[in-house]
C-alpha cells in the first residue's frame, strides 16, 4: 500500500511514518519544512526514517495545489495521512493568515486532490482545541463543538466540516483525529514539556498559567502514532443508525468519522511539573501567571468510541512517559537545538 503522509518531518508525523515504514508500507512523505521552530530538529527527524528503503521525501507546500495535483498524478496513493498544519494556539493570535493559508486553503488542496484520485481514506489531524468553551468533562466527540477560543481551534473544527462535505458529495470516507496535548521523544520546542525541561535544567524559571490551576490528558506519542495508524486501517464508513432530525457531530450518513485519541486521563499540571522534576533530578523556579487568551482550563478524552470502532486506546502513564521523555532530551536534545 502506497501512502501520502503530510507533515512527515512534524513531531507525530516522524512516529506514524517509522510504524508504516516497518511494516512494510510505501511511504512519500511531504513537508515545508518551515522556520516556525528550529528547522534542525525537522531534518533530525527525517534522518531517522530515510534509511528505509520504501521511504521517499519531497519538500513541498500543500499550499501549492497544482504541485500537489502533480504529486498524486504521479504516485498514485491508495491512502492519505494529513498531519501538515500550523501548530500551535498562541502563534495563531498574532499570526491568522498562516492559519488560514495552511489549516484552510492546504486542507482544501488535499480534499480536492482525495476527491480527483479516488483515495481510499483520508485520515486527518484535528484537535483537541475543537472543544473551547466546553466544559462537559470527559470532552466527547458526540457534543456540540461551535464554540473555539483560538483561530487554530476553529481552522482544526472548520477542517472537520470542510471533511464531512467532501465525504458527502463525493463519498471520500475520511476520519479527524482530534490529539490531546502530545509529549514524548522528538517533541516540539513550543510545548510545555520541552519549554518546562529545557528550562528547569538552565536554572531558568517556568511560565505557569492560571496559577497551576488547569488540567491537561497528556498522550504520550507512541500511543498517538499507533492509534493513528490503526485509524488508518478501519476505513470509515456511513453510520446505519444515523438520525437526521437528531444528528451526531461524530458520524455521518457520508463515510465520515471523529475521534478522540487521549490517554482518558486528565493529570493537574501541577503533578505533571512535579514528576518532571522528580525525573529530572532538579526542582523548578516557578513562574505563576494568570490565564492566557485563547487557553482552557482542563482537557479531558472520551475514547470509547476509538475503543469500540478500532479497538484501540492510549494506555501510558505519566510517569513512564516522563521518563522516556527525560531520557530521550538529555541524550539527544540538551543544548544542541536553539531557536
Given at each position: 500500500?502506497?501512502?501520502?503522509?503530510?507533515?512527515?518531518?512534524?513531531?507525530?508525523?516522524?512516529?506514524?511514518?517509522?510504524?508504516?515504514?516497518?511494516?512494510?508500507?510505501?511511504?512519500?512523505?511531504?513537508?515545508?519544512?518551515?522556520?516556525?521552530?528550529?528547522?534542525?530538529?525537522?531534518?533530525?527527524?527525517?534522518?531517522?526514517?530515510?534509511?528505509?528503503?520504501?521511504?521517499?521525501?519531497?519538500?513541498?507546500?500543500?499550499?501549492?495545489?497544482?504541485?500537489?495535483?502533480?504529486?498524486?498524478?504521479?504516485?498514485?496513493?491508495?491512502?492519505?495521512?494529513?498531519?501538515?498544519?500550523?501548530?500551535?494556539?498562541?502563534?495563531?493570535?498574532?499570526?491568522?493568515?498562516?492559519?488560514?493559508?495552511?489549516?484552510?486553503?492546504?486542507?482544501?488542496?488535499?480534499?480536492?486532490?482525495?476527491?480527483?484520485?479516488?483515495i481510499e481514506h483520508l485520515v486527518y489531524a484535528s484537535s483537541?482545541?475543537?472543544?473551547?468553551?466546553?466544559?462537559?468533562?470527559?470532552?466527547?466527540?458526540?457534543?456540540?463543538?461551535?464554540?473555539?477560543?483560538?483561530?487554530?481551534?476553529?481552522?482544526?473544527?472548520?477542517?472537520?466540516?470542510?471533511?464531512?462535505?467532501?465525504?458527502?458529495?463525493?463519498?471520500?470516507?475520511?476520519?479527524?483525529?482530534r490529539y490531546f496535548t502530545v509529549y514524548g521523544p522528538w517533541?516540539?520546542?513550543?510545548?510545555?514539556?520541552?519549554?518546562?525541561?529545557?528550562?528547569?535544567?538552565?536554572?531558568?524559571?517556568?511560565?505557569?498559567?492560571?496559577?497551576?490551576?488547569?488540567?491537561?490528558?497528556?498522550?504520550?506519542?507512541?500511543?498517538?502514532?499507533?492509534?493513528?495508524?490503526?485509524?488508518?486501517?478501519?476505513?470509515?464508513?456511513?453510520?446505519?443508525?444515523?438520525?437526521?432530525?437528531?444528528?451526531?457531530?461524530?458520524?455521518?450518513?457520508?463515510?465520515?468519522?471523529?475521534?478522540?485519541?487521549?490517554?482518558?486521563?486528565?493529570?493537574?499540571?501541577?503533578?505533571?511539573?512535579?514528576?518532571?522534576?522528580?525525573?529530572l533530578g532538579v526542582n523548578a523556579v516557578k513562574n505563576f501567571?494568570?490565564?492566557?487568551?485563547?487557553?482552557?482550563?482542563?482537557?479531558?478524552?472520551?475514547?470509547?468510541?476509538?475503543?469500540?470502532?478500532?479497538?484501540?486506546?492510549?494506555?501510558?502513564?505519566?510517569?513512564?512517559?516522563?521518563?522516556?521523555?527525560?531520557?530521550?532530551?538529555?541524550?539527544?536534545?540538551?543544548?544542541?537545538?536553539?531557536?
Open positions: 500500500m502506497k501512502i501520502l503522509l503530510t507533515g512527515v518531518a512534524g513531531f507525530i508525523g516522524m512516529h506514524v511514518a517509522r510504524i508504516l515504514l516497518e511494516r512494510g508500507n510505501q511511504v512519500i512523505g511531504i513537508d515545508n519544512l518551515n522556520d516556525y521552530y528550529v528547522t534542525q530538529l525537522k531534518h533530525d527527524r527525517l534522518n531517522q526514517i530515510k534509511e528505509f528503503a520504501n521511504f521517499k521525501f519531497i519538500q513541498m507546500d500543500i499550499v501549492d495545489s497544482e504541485a500537489l495535483h502533480q504529486l498524486f498524478v504521479r504516485e498514485n496513493f491508495q491512502r492519505v495521512i494529513h498531519l501538515a498544519a500550523q501548530a500551535g494556539v498562541r502563534y495563531s493570535l498574532n499570526n491568522p493568515s498562516v492559519y488560514i493559508q495552511s489549516n484552510l486553503v492546504g486542507f482544501g488542496n488535499i480534499l480536492e486532490s482525495c476527491r480527483h484520485h479516488k483537541s482545541s475543537v472543544y473551547g468553551s466546553n466544559s462537559h468533562m470527559p470532552f466527547s466527540v458526540h457534543d456540540n463543538v461551535d464554540h473555539p477560543l483560538s483561530l487554530y481551534a476553529a481552522s482544526k473544527k472548520s477542517n472537520e466540516l470542510m471533511a464531512h462535505a467532501y465525504s458527502h458529495l463525493y463519498a471520500i470516507p475520511t476520519t479527524g483525529l517533541g516540539r520546542p513550543d510545548m510545555s514539556p520541552w519549554l518546562f525541561t529545557s528550562a528547569i535544567l538552565e536554572g531558568k524559571p517556568i511560565n505557569i498559567f492560571n496559577h497551576g490551576k488547569m488540567k491537561r490528558d497528556f498522550t504520550y506519542i507512541d500511543d498517538i502514532a499507533e492509534g493513528t495508524v490503526k485509524v488508518l486501517d478501519t476505513i470509515a464508513q456511513p453510520n446505519p443508525n444515523y438520525l437526521t432530525e437528531l444528528p451526531d457531530p461524530a458520524t455521518s450518513s457520508a463515510p465520515y468519522r471523529i475521534y478522540n485519541i487521549g490517554n482518558h486521563q486528565p493529570e493537574d499540571l501541577m503533578l505533571f511539573i512535579e514528576t518532571l522534576e522528580k525525573e501567571m494568570p490565564m492566557q487568551r485563547g487557553d482552557v482550563i482542563a482537557t479531558y478524552a472520551d475514547v470509547e468510541d476509538l475503543q469500540h470502532d478500532v479497538g484501540y486506546a492510549p494506555s501510558t502513564n505519566l510517569q513512564t512517559g516522563l521518563k522516556q521523555w527525560v531520557q530521550w532530551y538529555r541524550n539527544h536534545a540538551e543544548g544542541v537545538y536553539s531557536q
